[in-house]
């Protein structure tokens, strides 16, 4: 069984900052690009940011570049997104997911992941 460990949600006042962890726990990174995504009620889930983990190239979404931050731990396995000077339009429900392969020329689009973790949900209070 494949598993995606996402954490690291929660209520935080527009402004504030929290850091969102992925953790693979059945798998290695290596040669796997970590996407995270998010996604509002009624709204398709869209991807904020990846990493690709074997060089750290890393690519955002215009409206987060400058205040999230997509990192990785490779003795962790573990990827984080650093979520800076949040606004109320960040709310959502924030998911990691794994593709094999480089996310930052490709790999937009959520159906081609294949492996998902479990939505932590944001929520930036105005």
């Known amino acids: 069984e494949v598993r995606l460990v996402a954490s690291g949600g929660g209520l935080v006042p527009a402004g504030g900052s929290l850091r969102l962890s992925c953790t693979a726990l059945t798998f290695t990174f290596d040669g796997f690009s970590v996407g995270w995504f998010r996604q509002v009620p009624g709204e398709e889930r869209e991807r904020v940011s990846c990493i690709h983990f074997e060089d750290g190239s890393t690519s955002y979404k215009d409206s987060v570049k400058g205040r999230f931050t997509v990192s990785s731990d490779n003795a962790k396995n573990t990827v984080y997104l650093q979520l800076s000077s949040l606004k109320g339009e960040d709310t959502a429900v924030y998911y990691c997911?794994?593709?094999?392969?480089?996310?930052?020329?490709?790999?937009?689009?959520?159906?081609?992941?294949?492996?998902w973790g479990q939505g932590t949900q944001v929520t930036v209070s105005s």
């Open positions: 997911a794994a593709v094999w392969g480089d996310c930052t020329t490709s790999y937009y689009a959520e159906t081609l992941y294949d492996y």
